[in-house]
């Protein structure tokens, strides 16, 4: 199995870093670029940053904090958040996202999915999934950062987005963001158990051995972590050595 990704997820609205919970009631945590370059520091694999509250005014506007970020920070960055057409995904690519992140306008307009996979390689194409539960191993997906219903089966959905070109899943748990109860794993494994591309599981992460589960038992391939790391509750070398000492593949570091 290739090594397990330890990912830093950025939520930002404007030109703040926020943390909410079931991606609602929004905080302020700070700076992004301070955090980003924190985790850089300390050894974090990738970086994933997501514009809040893009997809209700039509379009991203993590540019600038991505061009910022670039010229200190040297590790693989994906952006989502009102990324609409592929002129929006070019433009976040040029500003040094190696990756872009995509949901609501995928839901909407599927064939998105096979432009900027065609246009940049399926590797650059996440598909980013809201997924809250609405029966015994059932979930939907939703957009508008958790807002809006779809009607459509999260598990229907990966299938249909890999096959269209996505080369990777970004899947939050909706219930789980922000509660520190740990990973929704029946959600992670109903994915992972569907689709070869690497699935990243973000939602819930609230202790470092959270990570070991959702790894053994959901099969994710990265992990993001928000709430752990911005308030200071386990750093990323602390993750990383449990991960090591319990036997996962990780990235060395220093």
Partial sequence: MANIRLIARLDIKGANLIKGVHLEGLRVVGSPGEHA?????????????????????????????????????FVPMTVGGGIRSVEDATSIL?????????????VANPKLITE?????????????IEAKQVGMDRWEVYTDNGRERTGIDVVDWVKRGVSNGAGEILL??????GTRKGFDIPLVRAVTSEVSVPVIASGGMGKTTDLLEVVRDGEANAVAMADILH??????????????????GVRRYG
């Fill in 37 to 73: 370059l924190r985790y850089y520091q300390q050894g974090i694999d990738e970086l994933l940053y997501m514009d809040c509250v893009a997809s209700l005014y039509g379009r991203n506007h993590l540019a600038e904090i991505v061009r910022s970020a670039a010229k200190d920070i």
């Fill in 94 to 106: 040029r500003a040094g996202a190696d990756k872009v992140a995509i949901n609501t306008a995928a």
């Fill in 116 to 128: 900027v996979a065609r246009k940049f390689g399926s590797q650059c194409m996440v598909l980013s």
């Fill in 172 to 177: 939050t748990s909706v219930d789980r963001e």
């Fill in 231 to 248: 308030y200071g509750r386990a750093g990323v070398g602390e993750i990383r050595t449990l991960a090591r000492e319990a036997g996962l």
